[in-house]
């Protein structure tokens, strides 16, 4: 069964830092894409960063300069900076995993269950 672990978020005052990372289960074997997504209350899932396998990443307009994505392709792990924060950021971060599972026939999305980060004072 494959599972994504997420951890790192909280509260934090606007202008500071956090990291999220996400771990998948060894059961997936290969990763295509690995990223991170977000919902605020009242609004649609959004991409905030996303990696692929060969390091090439893509931002959300919103996080570009402040965000930094990265990943460890030996752990299966996906992390995102977070830097300068801003109260627009709070939102539920998920994890998002383009991979293959062991016994499995092709590459399917897989997700976190989600970790609040909240900007406030």
């Known amino acids: 069964q494959v599972q994504l672990v997420e951890s790192g978020g909280g509260l934090v005052q606007p202008g500071g830092s956090l990291r999220l990372s996400c771990a998948a289960s060894?059961?997936?074997?290969?990763?295509?894409?690995m990223g991170w997504y977000r919902q605020a209350p009242g609004k649609e899932r959004e991409l905030v960063a996303r990696?692929?396998?060969?390091?090439?990443?893509n931002y959300a307009d919103s996080v570009k300069g402040r965000f930094t994505v990265s990943r460890d392709n030996a752990k299966n792990t996906v992390f995102l900076q977070m830097n300068s924060l801003k109260s627009e950021d709070t939102a539920v971060y998920y994890c998002?995993?383009?991979?293959?599972?062991?016994?499995?026939?092709?590459?399917?999305?897989?997700w976190g269950k989600g970790t609040l980060v909240t900007v406030s004072s």
């Open positions: 998002n995993v383009q991979g293959l599972q062991i016994g499995g026939t092709g590459y399917m999305i897989y």
């Open positions: 990696i692929t396998s060969d390091g090439r990443t």
């Open positions: 060894r059961s997936i074997v290969s990763i295509n894409a």
